[in-house]
């Protein structure tokens, strides 16, 4: 979808001039312009990230501890948020970042091939200032495909601050007639969302992963104490 920006410009210069200028010097003033073109923008990936930029908001980077549940093993990811995919739920993402929301939040939930999910901090009075924070829903402009970020729900109008990665290879699609509307995307380290550390596998009471309703209420301390070996960030800062 390249947009060119500065096409403009270079076609009413030679649309002006067509009366009072020669086909030689046409030829060179268009050669000229599109030389100042190729300064501006120098390559094909240099076009592509400018035009995709046009849409995009902010850049967090994040801090991730514990990968592969090992202490000491860290990496970095960089989330984009889109406002023009989903502008309620961008600005949201970006308000908690300000907040200092997701600094020692866990990676509570993480399925290979499907998604990774934080977003319960891990203070528990912190958390409940937010769980009456609702949004209303914005509607599903692209799809949920691999390194999306999007809010989980409860049901239409719920979102509050869970969100989850989507990291399955072909995308998960089927999410998009749910309802499920990406705001962001992981524009470097998704080899670091793939090393959250999986090994607690389904969250309770369906698995023997942790208790949303105890994080909930007791928060890192609960973590803590019976998933030590979870991933998490240290800290989330804008670029």
């Known amino acids: 979808l390249l947009r060119a920006t500065r096409t403009g410009p270079l076609h009413a210069s030679a649309s002006e001039e067509q009366d009072n200028i020669s086909r030689r010097d046409v030829g060179s003033r268009l050669a000229i312009l ?10 094909p990936v240099d076009l592509a990230l400018a035009a995709d930029d046009e849409g995009a908001g902010k850049l967090i980077e994040f801090e991730v501890q514990n990968l592969d549940g090992i202490e000491g093993n860290t990496g970095k990811i960089v989330i984009r948020t889109r406002p023009d995919w989903a502008p309620k739920g961008a600005q ?5 970042t300000e907040q ?7 990676i509570f939930r ?13 203070d528990p009075q912190t958390q409940a200032v937010w769980r009456s924070r609702a949004l209303t829903d914005d509607p599903v402009k692209v799809t949920n495909a691999r390194g999306t970020i999007v809010f989980a729900t409860a049901g239409p109008n719920t979102r509050t601050t869970q969100i989850f990665i989507n ?3 072909q995308g998960n699609s089927f999410l998009d007639k749910q309802g499920f509307s990406p705001f962001g995307e992981v524009v470097s380290g ?3 969302v793939d090393k959250f550390y999986s090994g607690y596998g389904e969250g309770a009471p369906s698995g023997k992963g942790p208790n949303q309703g ?3 209420a007791k ?10 070996k979870l991933s998490f960030f240290s800290s989330a800062t804008f670029k």
Do not use: H
């Open 34 to 43: 599109a030389s100042s073109f190729a300064t501006t923008f120098t390559s």
């Open 92 to 96: 949201r993402f970006e308000e908690l």
């Open 100 to 106: 200092k929301f997701w600094n020692n939040c866990r």
């Open 110 to 122: 993480v399925l290979p091939g499907f998604v990774a999910q934080f977003g319960i901090n891990g």
């Open 167 to 169: 990291t399955r290879d």
């Open 190 to 192: 998704m080899d670091v």
């Open 214 to 216: 105890l994080i909930q």
């Open 219 to 228: 928060g890192n301390e609960y973590l803590e104490k019976s998933y030590s």
